[in-house]
């Protein structure tokens, strides 16, 4: 979450400052590296932020599609009420879109939907927990009819691998108790973009400048041309692995950052003339089908004024998707799978307006 990121370079900037650094720098100008430089400038401390791409924002980026700005990265601002960034928003007077996670329009592949909520918690509190949880879910579903596996199917479709972007077997037993996203939660309509343009205001951002090592031999750290008392490294974790340090990292840092892992998720937003598909409340769409194929849409359309839908992929999913496919025919997949949806949920409702 973008906001944890956000706490995170609060946090390395507090670090800087008990240690009396002068001149920082920072790599990266994502949420934890424009949060740490923000502070260290209040505080007059000299700081540089070095970043690769040719854009700030790091896990956010909005574009212009049509008439409309999207996110094809980070959209919501979640936990909100605990979101520092949510702050900042409100403060600079951004206009916010509510978003009921409680509330979706969901549909089945292969009929009637599910009590989705009952099953995941009889799944919660049946499983052994000993064992790994895939193993625990196999022999979990074992115990259980036809109708109620297809249910927890579906919860564990939606509530663990959807939510942690991993496949079961990736996953431990803790998954299970892991906070999700909440009523509440908000978007920008108008795009990430614009509240990480006026959080980046001010500072000394270089962009284009990757950064492959970091010196921090000597009583100064160097990077790149840039020398330091103090250095902060935000860059993603893929990256991070690929950097050299001299010397190199402590044995204990070394051995954390190879047993670090990240999900997978990706995200299609299609455009469309008009809004052909069954319109949410909530704004909020849920599609279960087996395999699991694109479970979680936003429809953007009444914030952003144009038949705007976003869908959502993770983990296993992403790989029988994605494979050997162009960007064309992914989209035209997503866009498969929204009609599937949109079919379904008209068939419930003629089904439940019959005599």
């Known amino acids: 979450m973008t906001h944890g990121a956000w706490d ?55 574009i212009r599609l049509g008439d409309a700005s999207v996110d094809v990265g980070a959209a919501w ?62 022999r979990y579903l074992a115990d259980l009819d036809a109708a109620q596996a297809r249910a927890t199917g579906f919860a564990i479709d939606a509530n663990l691998v959807l939510e942690a972007c991993l496949p079961l077997a990736q996953l431990s037993s803790d998954a299970l108790d892991e906070e999700g996203v909440g009523n509440g939660d908000r978007f920008l309509p108008g795009g990430y973009g614009q509240l990480i343009a006026r959080l980046a205001q001010g500072l000394d951002i270089r962009l284009g400048q990757k950064v492959r090592h970091i010196d921090w031999s000597g009583e100064q750290v160097r990077v790149n041309d840039e020398r330091g008392d103090f250095c902060i490294c935000s860059v993603p974790l893929g990256v991070l692995k690929t950097l050299r340090f001299t010397p190199a990292l402590p044995a204990a840092q070394q051995d954390a950052l190879a047993h670090l892992g990240m999900g997978r998720l990706e995200k299609v937003v299609l455009q469309f003339e008009q809004r052909w598909w069954p319109r949410s409340p909530s704004g909020y769409l849920r599609w279960y089908d087996s395999p699991a194929s694109w479970g979680e849409w936003l429809d953007l359309t009444d914030a952003v004024g144009v038949p705007t839908v976003a869908g959502l992929i993770a983990a296993d999913a992403v790989e029988r998707q994605f494979a050997g496919r162009s960007d064309e025919q992914i989209a035209l997949a997503a866009r498969d799978a929204l009609q599937a949806w949109a079919a379904a949920v008209e068939g419930s409702r003629q089904i439940s307006q019959a005599p």
């Open 8 to 62: 995170d370079g609060l946090r390395a900037a507090e670090l800087a400052l008990r240690a009396g650094a002068r001149r920082v720098i920072v790599i990266g100008a994502g949420c934890a590296g424009l949060a740490a430089a923000r502070r260290l400038r209040e505080q007059g401390v000299d700081c540089v932020v070095l970043e690769a791409r040719e854009r700030v924002g790091g896990r956010t980026h909005s």
């Open 77 to 138: 601002l979640q936990q909100f009420a605990d979101n520092a960034l949510a702050r900042e928003a409100q403060a600079l007077g951004l206009a916010l879109v509510e978003t009921d996670f409680g509330q979706p329009l969901a549909a089945a592949s292969d009929g009637p939907l599910p009590d989705i909520d009952a099953a995941w918690q009889a799944l919660r509190n049946g499983l052994d927990r000993q064992l790994p949880l895939a193993e625990a879910v196999e």
